[in-house]
């Protein structure tokens, strides 16, 4: 991702110009958008940190304009050391915005690969923001539903892509299942004994007509006084 920051352009601006790219559709101008930054706490990511965890239940109240550095973000997928890498985050993107909303365990792990900084806007902060500048925050807030609405269009996308995969695998399992069956009921007829009397004699010795030479369901057997 290219480098959004400009060296000549104080910090402050730099985040708010970021803030703005990364929510369009809340038309946020350069006075809106800084006030959203004031409300912001500055933080320093050292590279390698886990700074959020998938399924975290502490702390999740907050998110985070990304204002230098790169972030992995992945998902656990049951079998150890094997997560599935979700997305590379780059510089002027917001992170965590679901907690900032409703505070529930983190859906994803979020690791710094450099070192970063960060702005971060704590639910505390956006209810200071909501009493002095309730415009300001409504247009932040349209911005926080514009991202959720883009997770869940492109979680929807991939739940249809895993269904399809899905479904491909069945019919392949189903093919194989049948070709099994088939060459095992090619098998037993080759292997299997003629009679039942035969079965029973040893090699080489004819079978006899006792009258078991026939098919065990039990209307070929005849009523005990009959005999």
Excluded: W, Y
């Excluded at 998110?63 to 656990?76: D, K, P, S």
């Excluded at 979020?110 to 247009?139: F, H, M, N, W, Y």
């Amino acid at each position: 991702m290219s480098n959004l920051r400009n060296p000549a352009t104080p910090l402050r601006d730099q985040a708010a110009l970021m803030l703005m790219r990364a929510s369009p559709v809340a038309e946020l101008d350069v006075h809106d958008a800084g006030l959203v930054i004031d409300a912001m706490q500055p933080v320093f990511v050292e590279a390698g940190t886990v700074f959020i965890e998938e399924g975290q239940t502490d702390g999740n109240e907050f998110m985070a304009l990304l204002i230098e550095g790169q972030v992995r973000a992945e998902n656990a997928t049951g079998a150890p050391g094997e997560d599935m890498v979700i997305s590379l985050i780059g510089a002027g993107s917001l992170i965590g915005e679901m907690g900032l909303i409703d505070g529930a365990p983190r859906s994803a792990t979020c690791t710094a690969l450099t070192d970063l900084k960060l702005a971060i806007l704590s639910r505390d902060a956006l209810r200071g923001l909501v009493e002095v500048q309730p415009a300001v925050a409504a247009r932040l807030l349209l911005t926080v539903a514009g991202l959720l609405g883009v997770r869940v269009r492109e979680n929807n996308r991939r739940l249809r892509t895993l269904s399809q995969v899905a479904k491909a695998m069945q019919r392949e399992l189903d093919a194989t299942h049948a070709i099994n069956r088939r060459l095992l009921r090619e098998h037993d007829g080759v292997d299997a004994p003629g009679s039942v009397n035969a079965a029973l004699l040893p090699p080489g010795l004819p079978a006899l007509d006792s009258g078991f030479d026939t098919d065990l369901a039990p209307s070929n057997f005849g009523p005990l006084d009959g005999r």
